[in-house]
């Protein structure tokens, strides 16, 4: 079945500082990855969509210069929170169409801005 | 906009009883998506439907596409069944847009 491995799972950081969260795809190419943010009991959001190569679309009300998405190659796509603030303490996960079969989603990562 | 209903909200049952939650949305699609969320926040596509039925394990997911309703039923449910179960509708090329599920907990 399509994997998507995604790290770090957790991580701490101190407000101002920035956090790398990646998405591999390993084994089958994914052209697209959907990132979603998730608070405390609530739904999965929908960020940003992006496309290897091309510049990441995002949700309205999602700030592009803060949540920085690369997705360099077929198998990479990287989401990085800028200047990360308490309130972006959130669960992000990624997730990636596979073929015909559906979605399939890495196992998230836990942030928390202190 | 695609207006999914899903029910119950929340439910609490004994292990070995038969569950069943229900699915209805108010446009046409072309496929629908059975997705469970794990307490420690994974999540995992269980069905992607089109039309008729799909059984995986204990799973069995329905869908009826001239009614819009889909419903997913858990045989001889088990405490590690405990999850939020979400059905969220195909909408192309986007990202899929998820409701607040089921909160399914299952008790020993």
């Known amino acids: 079945g399509a994997v998507v491995s995604q790290h770090p799972s957790r991580v701490i950081c101190k407000s101002g500082t920035s956090v790398k969260i990646e998405c591999r795809s390993l084994?089958?190419?994914?052209?697209?990855m959907f990132w979603y943010r998730q608070f405390p009991k609530q739904s999965l959001m929908l960020m940003a969509t992006?496309?290897?190569?091309?510049?990441?679309?995002?949700e309205q009300g999602v700030e592009k210069d803060k949540f920085l998405i690369n997705h360099a190659s077929l198998t990479l796509s990287t989401l990085t929170v800028t200047s990360a603030h308490p309130e972006d303490s959130s669960f992000y996960i990624c997730?990636?169409?596979?073929?015909?079969?559906?979605?399939?989603f890495g196992s998230g990562t836990r942030l928390t801005v202190v | 906009k695609n207006e999914v209903e899903q029910s119950p909200q929340n439910l609490t049952a004994q292990e070995g009883e038969f569950i069943t939650i229900n699915c209805s949305y108010s446009?046409?699609?072309?496929?629908l998506h059975w997705l469970q969320q794990h307490p420690g926040g994974g999540i995992v596509s269980l069905f992607m439907?089109?039309?008729g039925k799909k059984k995986h394990g204990r799973l069995i997911a329905t869908i009826n596409i001239q009614e819009k309703h889909s419903s997913l039923h858990i045989t001889a449910s088990h405490p590690r069944d405990s999850a939020v179960y979400i059905c969220?509708?195909?909408?192309?090329?986007?990202?899929?847009?998820f409701g607040k599920g089921t909160h399914l907990i299952i008790q020993p």
């Open positions: 997730s990636a169409r596979w073929g015909g079969y559906g979605y399939t």
């Open positions: 084994d089958f190419q994914a052209t697209t």
């Open positions: 992006s496309n290897e190569g091309s510049k990441a679309t995002y």
């Open positions: 446009v046409g699609i072309s496929a």
């Open positions: 439907l089109s039309s």
């Open positions: 969220t509708p195909e909408e192309g090329a986007d990202g899929l847009t």
